[in-house]
T-cell receptor, first 111, second 112 residues
């Protein structure tokens, strides 16, 4: 079955440093979605990418979808303490199967 | 209304109890999901309803029984649970199957 891997599992940064998490699927994806879950909270949808090679920005966040539609990345520029949480990618494979969540990357930011 | 609501927020039950979790959305979404999430793990899909019909059951034990009374409501009936079923149960909805999902706050379940 489809496997979605994320690296790193944990990332500790000083406030102001940049952060990147990478997502890799064992199968080609129809789309890729990114979610953020704050400690004690629930996943909150951030963005969906659909096209091969697509890049989208949300303020300090930059999302990329790989050319082969099997990988994606989330980059945060100049992290803030409000960026703390676990970032999950999720995506359905092209056989219209269910979305599988990656294991997540937990970001902590030291002020 | 862009919210998914879930009740109760917390639930403690014994292994012989019967209880139900409820989820509601008024965004006109046609797909609704139940997930189970253990600490420090990703959400694990349990069931998907699409247009009020069960479309995916991820081999979930029969002690969990989903129900979709109408397009806005989703229930999860619990019976004879085990302590290892203790987790955060999340409901989500999306416009269509496999589009971006909107999650409710979850029900934190403890089975004694």
């Amino acid at each position: 079955g489809q496997q979605v891997m994320q690296i790193p599992q944990y990332q500790h940064v000083q406030e102001g440093e940049d952060f990147t998490t990478y997502c890799n699927s064992s199968t080609t994806l129809s789309n890729i979605q990114w979610y953020k879950q704050r400690p004690g909270g629930h996943p909150v949808f951030l963005i969906q990418l659909v096209k091969s090679g697509e890049v989208k920005k949300q303020k300090r966040l930059t999302f990329q979808f790989g050319e082969a539609k099997k990988n994606s990345s989330l980059h945060i520029t100049a992290t803030q303490t409000t960026d703390v949480g676990t970032y999950f990618c999720a995506g359905p494979d092209t056989n219209a199967g269910k979305s599988t969540f990656g294991d997540g990357t937990t970001l902590t930011v030291k002020p | 209304d862009t919210e998914v609501t879930q009740t109760p927020k917390h639930l403690v039950m014994g292994m012989t109890n019967k209880k139900s979790l409820k989820c509601e959305q008024h965004m006109g979404h046609r797909a609704m999901y139940w997930y189970k999430q253990k600490a420090k793990k990703p959400p694990e899909l349990m069931f998907v309803y699409s247009y009020e019909k069960l479309s995916i059951n991820e081999s979930v034990p029969s002690r969990f029984s989903p129900e979709c009374p109408n397009s806005s409501l989703l229930n999860l009936h619990l019976h004879a649970l085990q302590p290892e079923d203790s987790a955060l149960y999340l409901c989500a909805s999306s416009q269509d199957f496999n589009n971006e999902q909107f999650f409710g706050p979850g029900t934190r379940l403890t089975v004694l």
